[in-house]
């Protein structure tokens, strides 16, 4: 007979164990909180526009390409790649400047800002390159049971990265640039892990070499949430039930294993083997009662930041946004500083605006425009009242129609916000924390919640808070890594 898994979540993690266990015999089944799947890889509908919630673009394409390799088919997603990879647009500066993986390209872009930038991106670039390729498969493409096995692959990892250990990316870029505007725009990559290049290590440099040189940025034609369509139709043509708002509420454990789960209509959930894949921090502290993560531990933890999220249908089209756009002021490193441990908006924000529909008029009515805005704001812990929400949507909408040249508000059609406690409350995202556990060295690896349970032999963790990491390409390798386990399983330690 076959071996039954049950999957908490249908976020991309899950979706892509799913796709995995079938291929390799197992039945699946999923049980989802939301009304449909894909966890934070979403969509909206609304008044004839149609948005992605989350995520907009990714790195490392070739991840899904292995996915689908391992599944016995071609990647069936239509992926596009980013060229500009994106835009910035600074305060003080009518222009945005347009960044180009092409190296000569580029620096025309800085030309009046930074001198002999290709000769200095090329250094800086190279040492990323060689971290990149000296740690993918040695210590993040990999599980570990036990802390010897992590500082056995540390050891591998040539000595000559050591410093990187030591610094914040924002030291390392400066080290290697001088104008204040490419050392802004290297730095945005810190972001993308939920944190500021402020508070991350030097290490993340590397996602400069992927985002720059390696594969680029990608998205998919006809928007994000083809990847989360293109699965469900996989899954479920292979036989895979989803059963939709239908929240696990607690756990059945004869004190080894798990041996069923139970919703918010007291209907047990039973199966041979379980994968969670709501936060594997909060999870075992909310459902499990584990000592080590009690909300007052969880919330000591490091965790990403927070998204404030708008969704705008204008009417016309806005001609001076790209696909990709960042809006930064002219006072970076005190507003990372401070900004995202207060309790009040800030008066100048900083954010990034996607608009699906310059290169997907399906999204948007004919003659309009679909925006994502995306503002990183702080956690729950710092700043739990969101009553003013709407304030802070008009201040972004007033600065950005100016720095455009677009009355956004006149010509506003539709509009839904999304604050960190619709994000927490939509899905269980710890403290509303957009991309869940951080990535500071004491958070990584062998030291990130892993993806099986200490304590109960057949339940296992996969998504953005277990190993390796949050982004779509990670989470699509803690599929593969989740896979493993159940296939060769051992304890961990
Ligand atoms: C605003 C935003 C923008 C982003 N942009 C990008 C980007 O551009 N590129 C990129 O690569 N990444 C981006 N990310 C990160 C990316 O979305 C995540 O890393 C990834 O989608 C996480 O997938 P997951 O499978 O771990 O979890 P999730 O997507 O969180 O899925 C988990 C699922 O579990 C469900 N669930 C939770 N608890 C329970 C329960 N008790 N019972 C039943 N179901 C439950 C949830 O409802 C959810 O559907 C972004 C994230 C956000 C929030």
Same mark, same amino acid.
């Given at each position: 007979?076959?071996? +039954?898994v049950l999957i908490v979540g249908?976020?991309?993690g899950a979706?892509?164990t799913a796709?995995?266990l079938?291929?390799?015999?197992?039945?699946v &089944?999923i049980?989802?909180?939301?009304?449909?799947?894909?966890?934070?890889?979403?969509?909206?509908?609304?008044?004839? %526009?149609?948005?992605?919630?989350?995520?907009?673009?990714?790195?490392?394409?070739?991840?899904?390409?292995?996915?689908? +390799?391992?599944?016995?088919?071609?990647?069936?997603? &239509?992926?596009? $790649? !980013?060229?500009?990879?994106?835009?910035?647009?600074?305060?003080?500066?009518?222009?945005?400047?347009?960044?180009?993986?092409?190296? $000569?390209?580029?620096?025309?872009?800085?030309?009046?800002?930074?001198?002999?930038?290709?000769?200095?991106?090329?250094?800086?670039?190279?040492?990323?390159?060689?971290?990149?390729?000296?740690?993918?498969?040695?210590?993040?493409?990999?599980?570990?049971?036990?802390?010897?096995?992590?500082?056995?692959?540390?050891?591998? /990892?040539?000595?000559?990265? @050591?410093?990187?250990?030591?610094?914040?990316?924002?030291?390392?870029?400066?080290?290697?640039?001088?104008? &204040?505007?490419?050392?802004?725009?290297? @730095?945005?990559?810190? %972001?993308?892990?939920?944190?500021?290049?402020?508070?991350?290590?030097?290490?993340?440099? !590397?996602?400069?070499?992927?985002? *720059?040189?390696?594969?680029?940025?990608?998205?998919?034609?006809?928007?994000?949430?083809?990847?989360?369509?293109?699965?469900?139709?996989?899954?479920?043509?292979?036989?895979?039930?989803?059963?939709?708002?239908?929240?696990?509420?607690?756990?059945?454990?004869?004190?080894? $294993? /798990?041996?069923?789960?139970?919703?918010?209509?007291?209907?047990?959930?039973?199966a #041979?083997k379980y994968v969670c894949n709501? =936060?594997?921090?909060?999870?075992?502290?909310?459902?499990?009662?584990?000592?080590?993560?009690?909300?007052?531990?969880? #919330?000591?933890?490091?965790?990403?930041?927070?998204?404030?999220?708008?969704?705008?249908?204008?009417?016309?089209?806005?001609?001076?946004?790209?696909?990709?756009?960042?809006?930064?002021? =002219?006072?970076?490193?005190?507003?990372?500083?401070?900004?995202?441990?207060?309790?009040?908006?800030?008066?100048?924000?900083?954010?990034?605006?996607?608009?699906?529909?310059?290169?997907?008029?399906?999204?948007?009515?004919?003659?309009? $425009?679909?925006?994502?805005?995306?503002?990183?704001?702080? #956690?729950?812990?710092?700043?739990?009242?969101?009553?003013?929400?709407?304030?802070?949507?008009?201040?972004?909408?007033?600065?950005?129609?100016?720095?455009?040249?677009?009355? *956004?508000?006149?010509?506003?059609?539709?509009?839904?916000?999304?604050?960190?406690?619709?994000?927490?409350?939509?899905?269980?995202?710890?403290?509303?924390?957009?991309?869940?556990?951080?990535?500071?060295?004491?958070?990584?690896?062998?030291?990130?919640?892993?993806n099986? #349970?200490? &304590? %109960? =032999?057949?339940l296992y963790y996969v998504g953005?808070?277990?190993?390796?990491?949050?982004?779509?390409?990670?989470? /699509?390798?803690?599929s593969?890594?989740v896979t493993?386990r159940i296939?060769?399983?051992?304890?961990?330690?």
């Amino acid at each position: 007979m076959k071996e +039954k898994v049950l999957i908490v979540g249908a976020g991309l993690g899950a979706l892509a164990t799913a796709l995995r266990l079938v291929t390799r015999g197992y039945e699946v &089944e999923i049980v989802e909180k939301h009304h449909q799947a894909g966890g934070r890889l979403n969509q909206i509908k609304q008044d004839g %526009f149609t948005f992605d919630t989350g995520p907009s673009f990714f790195s490392m394409s070739y991840e899904f390409d292995e996915l689908f +390799k391992d599944c016995g088919m071609e990647n069936p997603l &239509e992926m596009n $790649e !980013l060229n500009p990879v994106y835009s910035v647009y600074f305060s003080n500066r009518k222009k945005p400047f347009l960044i180009y993986k092409d190296l $000569e390209k580029l620096a025309k872009e800085f030309y009046d800002v930074e001198g002999d930038f290709v000769q200095k991106a090329k250094g800086y670039l190279a040492q990323a390159k060689a971290l990149f390729h000296d740690t993918e498969n040695v210590i993040v493409k990999r599980n570990y049971n036990n802390l010897l096995q992590y500082g056995t692959s540390l050891l591998r /990892v040539p000595i000559k990265h @050591s410093p990187l250990l030591f610094r914040t990316m924002w030291q390392e870029l400066e080290r290697h640039f001088d104008s &204040e505007e490419v050392k802004i725009i290297f @730095s945005l990559v810190a %972001f993308f892990l939920g944190a500021t290049p402020f508070d991350t290590p030097a290490v993340y440099s !590397l996602l400069n070499y992927t985002e *720059l040189e390696h594969d680029g940025y990608w998205n998919i034609k006809g928007g994000m949430y083809k990847i989360t369509e293109t699965f469900v139709s996989l899954l479920e043509e292979r036989g895979v039930k989803f059963h939709y708002n239908t929240e696990i509420t607690s756990v059945i454990t004869n004190g080894k $294993e /798990v041996n069923g789960f139970v919703d918010q209509n007291d209907h047990v959930w039973k199966a #041979d083997k379980y994968v969670c894949n709501a =936060d594997a921090a909060a999870f075992r502290g909310k459902m499990l009662g584990r000592k080590k993560f009690t909300e007052a531990k969880l #919330d000591k933890m490091d965790w990403t930041l927070a998204p404030f999220t708008i969704y705008l249908g204008v009417k016309g089209k806005v001609e001076n946004l790209h696909h990709h756009n960042y809006f930064l002021g =002219d006072n970076f490193k005190s507003y990372a500083d401070k900004i995202f441990k207060m309790s009040v908006n800030p008066e100048k924000p900083y954010y990034y605006v996607n608009v699906s529909s310059k290169s997907n008029a399906a999204c948007a009515p004919e003659g309009c $425009e679909n925006l994502f805005i995306l503002c990183p704001v702080p #956690d729950l812990r710092y700043k739990p009242d969101w009553q003013d929400k709407e304030q802070l949507a008009e201040t972004i909408l007033k600065d950005m129609s100016e720095r455009v040249g677009f009355d *956004l508000i006149g010509n506003r059609v539709t509009q839904t916000i999304l604050d960190p406690v619709d994000w927490q409350n939509m899905f269980n995202l710890y403290r509303g924390s957009g991309l869940g556990l951080a990535h500071g060295l004491n958070q990584v690896a062998a030291m990130r919640p892993k993806n099986k #349970d200490e &304590e %109960f =032999d057949n339940l296992y963790y996969v998504g953005a808070s277990t190993t390796p990491g949050t982004g779509l390409p990670i989470v /699509v390798i803690s599929s593969k890594l989740v896979t493993e386990r159940i296939e060769k399983d051992v304890p961990v330690i």
